[in-house]
């Protein structure tokens, strides 16, 4: 699963391409491996999340962007999975940077020229549906420049003034619900769009975690497909609970 095995012809549509940063550590899982090695039902979560960007017959290559000191490993780990992915899929490894702003950038750099549509998919987000990436893509497809999968809140929310040591926070605003929405991933762009909106972005300070933000934030139009619950964010030991139920149930139903 080199780059040189992404063979295709370049059409008026062009391609699609899933870049998947998982660089980060993910420390709220506590110590050990990074956040997407983190096993889920015996198999790396960064392994269920190339599945599920495979799994979209729009998708024919997915790029992940590994720690810059674990390349090698996240390589020998697709590798060994290799016979999961569809025949049409290539996977591409590159060494990722310090935010996840700059790993995903590098991992734009990566894609080759035919590549016109973008999806960037959270690794921590290993059960998403395949309807969910393939309205995505269809969405920017029909000409949408930036597109995200969303889910309307149950709770309510409040807006707070931050206090130092925990102390009580006074709340200033409360939302009107019915007007926000849980945002999830994979995220699509157009490809042209998305490279314009990371180098209009700032790369100092702590970098992005929402590209769709600095789409935004050029002034182009972002809009919302639904989400699915199962493309929650696995981020603490509750959630590897309730992703291996979901695992369960999957396999329970059409064995999955």
């Known amino acids: 699963m080199a780059a040189e095995e992404i063979h295709a012809p370049h059409g008026a549509a062009g391609r699609t391409a899933a ?19 983190r096993s889920l039902n015996g198999t790396p979560m960064l ?9 979209s017959r729009a998708v024919s290559l997915v790029v992940v962007v590994a720690p810059a000191d674990g390349a090698g490993e996240v390589k020998a780990l697709l590798d060994e999975y290799e016979h999961a992915l569809p025949e049409r899929t290539a996977c591409l490894v590159v060494p990722g940077g310090e935010t996840r702003q700059e790993s995903v950038r590098l991992g734009l ?12 998919h959270d690794a921590a987000r290993p059960l998403v549906p395949v309807d969910t990436v393939d309205a995505v893509v269809e969405a920017v497809r029909a000409g949408a420049p930036a597109v995200v999968p969303a889910l309307p809140l149950a709770d309510t929310v409040k807006q707070v003034t931050p206090q130092p040591g925990g102390r009580p926070e006074p709340v200033v605003a409360t939302p009107e619900r019915a007007l926000l929405r849980a945002v999830q991933t994979p ?70």
């Not at 750099?109 to 960037?120: G, K, Q, R, W």
């Not at 139009?221 to 964010?233: D, T």
Request: glycine content about 10%; hydrophobic content about 50%; aromatic content about 2%.
């Open 19 to 37: 870049v998947i940063p998982a660089a980060g550590r993910g420390i709220r899982l506590g110590p050990g491996a990074p956040k997407a090695l």
């Open 47 to 55: 392994i269920h999340a190339v599945l599920a960007m495979a799994a």
């Open 109 to 120: 750099e990566a894609l080759p020229d035919d590549i016109t549509v973008v999806l960037v």
């Open 187 to 256: 995220q699509g762009f157009d490809r042209a769009t998305l490279v314009r909106a990371h180098r209009a972005a700032p790369a100092a300070g702590e970098g992005a975690t929402d590209c769709a933000g600095m789409v935004e934030r050029l002034g182009e139009p972002v809009v919302v497909v639904p989400g699915h619950e199962e493309a929650f964010k696995v981020t603490r030991p509750l959630d590897l609970v309730l992703a291996e139920a979901v695992l369960a149930r999957r396999r329970a139903n059409d064995g999955f």
